[in-house]
């Protein structure tokens, strides 16, 4: 699975649970400890909004602190929309994922910050689904594929924020099991 289909799918992944957010389901804790349902999905449309600026070159400094806060409004679902395609849109672009972004840890390969984008849409994709009690299974071809392209690049990602520490599993556990554990959950 190239970049820009396992970025689509982690996507459609994520999106599907967003639109199954029932209004009493907003404060529902997720297992990222400190955001409940909305902080989740603030994260995530805060993410999806620094993404055509940093593919198109901006820096950290001149997005400055526009993405700060509540992204959310009254309409948490259509704010979710739209920056999701103005992000699918960025990526979309010719030559999207051949340049370099500025990101907090300095600058990296489009591509890389591809990947860490996926990785985040498919891990909080099941975090919501956790949050709001929806189907927790994810594409097995996008988790296979992260799994493969990820392993290697956790241990770098270690201190930077990006996802917590792994935690051990079972020799018998299945790939997203094991890939949730790369990244953090249990």
């Not at 993405?67 to 704010?79: E, H, I, Q, R, T």
């Not at 979710?80 to 849109?89: E, G, I, P, S």
Request: hydrophobic share 45%; proline share 6%.
């Amino acid at each position: 699975m190239q970049l820009l289909t396992a970025h689509r799918t982690a996507m459609a992944e994520f999106d599907a649970r967003v639109q199954r957010i029932e209004a009493t389901q907003w404060g529902n804790p997720t297992p990222c400890t400190e955001w409940d349902v909305r902080d989740l999905l603030n994260h995530l449309v805060g993410e999806q909004l620094w993404a055509p600026w940093l593919l198109d070159g901006a820096t950290l400094d001149e997005v400055g602190d526009r993405f700060d806060g509540d992204v959310l409004g009254a309409d948490p679902v259509g704010a979710w929309n739209a920056a999701a395609d103005a992000a699918r849109r960025a990526w979309d672009a010719p030559g999207a994922t051949s340049g370099e972004v500025n990101v907090t840890g300095g600058v990296i390969p489009a591509e890389d910050y591809g990947w860490q984008m996926t990785a985040d849409l498919a891990v909080h994709a099941w975090d919501l689904a956790r949050g709001i009690g929806a189907d927790e299974r994810l594409n097995p071809e996008l988790v296979s594929e992260l799994h493969t392209v990820l392993a290697p690049q956790v241990p770098a990602w270690q201190g930077l924020g990006i996802f917590a520490a792994p935690r051990e599993v079972p020799p018998d556990a299945d790939e997203q099991t094991r890939l949730l554990a790369l990244l953090g959950r249990s």
